[in-house]
């Protein structure tokens, strides 16, 4: 099945859910940032390490924490999903709706990395708000924009979806 700009209507409707579903996880950390800078303004950068709160400088920490996070437990969980739903037999490689199966373990890693993102994102502003350190914001900031290269377009699911089942195909070979 193509996946490109003659994709099957059924699957570019598929992709516009999942950039619904990014659009607003990001559009909802935006929006949180804005609420924030407006209550509190933009705070001054501490000049010494001795005026950082703990708590709060622990904030950019996770934000770093969760950057392998995001990218490994989401596929783990799409290689339980692949053993789960039998995508890794080779015989379902000529069935023309496995793309939708694929798609789905797509679309369950997308919103799993994004998710991770954004909470850890939150977590960075609302430390702000309360500690009132621009120490948090630089984290909330990263991640923001981590959910926003993860943007799916039919283009790069479809390069996703044609990469795994290849995969399939050539472990089959080799077996």
Known sequence: MPFGNDAHPEFVAAVRTSQLIVGSLALGVLLFAGVVLQMHGLMPWPKRWE??????ASAPLFA??????????????????VRMQG??????????????AWFGLYQTQLIIG???????????????MMFRQSICLPGAALLWIVILLK??????????IE???RRVRDDARFD
């Open 51 to 56: 005026d950082v709160d703990l708590t709060a």
């Open 64 to 81: 770093l924490l969760v950057l392998p996070v995001q990218a490994i437990v989401p596929r783990l969980t799409t290689a339980a999903g």
């Open 87 to 100: 995508l890794d037999d080779p015989a379902r490689g000529d069935d023309p709706d496995a793309w939708r």
């Open 114 to 128: 994004c998710a991770l993102c954004e909470g850890i994102a939150f977590m960075n502003l609302a430390f702000y």
């Open 151 to 160: 943007f799916p377009t039919p283009e790069k699911v479809g390069a996703w």
């Open 163 to 165: 990469t795994r089942q």
